[in-house]
T-cell receptor, first 113, second 113 residues
Framework: NAGVTQTPKFRVLKTGQSMTLLCAQDMNHEYMYWYRQDPGMGLRLIHYSVGEGTTAKGEVPDGYNVSRLKKQNFLLGLESAAPSQTSVYFC????????????FGPGTRLLVL | AQSVSQHNHHVILSEAASLELGCNYSYGGTVNLFWYVQYPGQHLQLLLKYFSGDPLVKGIKGFEAEFIKSKFSFNLRKPSVQWSDTAEYFCAAHSGGYNKLIFGAGTRLAVHP
């Protein structure tokens, strides 16, 4: 039981390049989330999904897209990376109905030059 | 807007000192509260959570937190810290559906031997 895994662990991009971050969970959770962590700002929700085929915007969605084609996977895409997207990205998953703990992945450190 | 505030951004303690980290939230209704910890180089782990019932919640590694509704607070405490408690601590809350967490900015704790 691996829990929540993320790939890659670290990536360097040039401004304007695109990339996809992959999150996978093996706990059969319905809900999945993408956060970004920046110094002094805690974690902020980018997008989330409440089930296969669904996505919704979080607190800071601009510049990102997501897809949830399979229940166990949640992809975060950057179409045209900007230096402001330099951050650590965390994926999490949980079960409904609304009182369940979120389980976090190990994070992806992204540097945009 | 819903928010979570952590008063201390950096705390430095000696081993065996007592710890209290402040957390205040701005939700008006029913709220679920969490403390997460992030050890250096690791992902977020749940320390403890409050949903309802006894306002004094005990978590892992000797941590506890007290929910005081009248003060909108959920402070984290530990009577005697250890060097291994060096980490960043995040208070978080969610209210309503989809488990969307709002995080505080985090408190970096450094414990010196």
């Amino acid at each position: 039981n691996a829990g929540v895994t993320q790939t890659p662990k670290f990536r360097v991009l040039k401004t304007g390049q695109s990339m996809t971050l992959l999150c996978a969970q093996d706990m059969n959770h319905e809900y999945m989330y993408w956060y970004r962590q920046d110094p002094g700002m805690g974690l902020r929700l980018i997008h989330y999904s409440v089930g296969e085929g669904t996505t919704a915007k979080g607190e800071v969605p601009d510049g990102y897209n997501v897809s949830r084609l399979k229940k166990q996977n949640f992809l975060l895409g950057l179409e045209s990376a900007a230096p402001s997207q330099t951050s650590v990205y965390f994926c999490a998953s949980s079960d409904p109905p609304g009182q369940e703990t979120q389980y976090f992945g190990p994070g992806t450190r992204l540097l945009v030059l | 807007a819903q928010s979570v505030s952590q008063h201390n951004h950096h705390v430095i303690l000696s081993e065996a000192a007592s710890l209290e980290l402040g957390c205040n939230y701005s939700y008006g209704g029913t709220v679920n509260l969490f403390w997460y910890v992030q050890y250096p180089g690791q992902h977020l782990q749940l320390l403890l959570k409050y949903f309802s019932g006894d306002p004094l919640v005990k978590g892992i590694k000797g941590f506890e937190a007290e929910f005081i509704k009248s003060k909108f607070s959920f402070n984290l405490r530990k009577p005697s810290v250890q060097w291994s408690d060096t980490a960043e601590y995040f208070c978080a809350a969610h209210s309503g559906g989809y488990n969307k967490l709002i995080f505080g900015a985090g408190t970096r704790l450094a414990v010196h031997p």
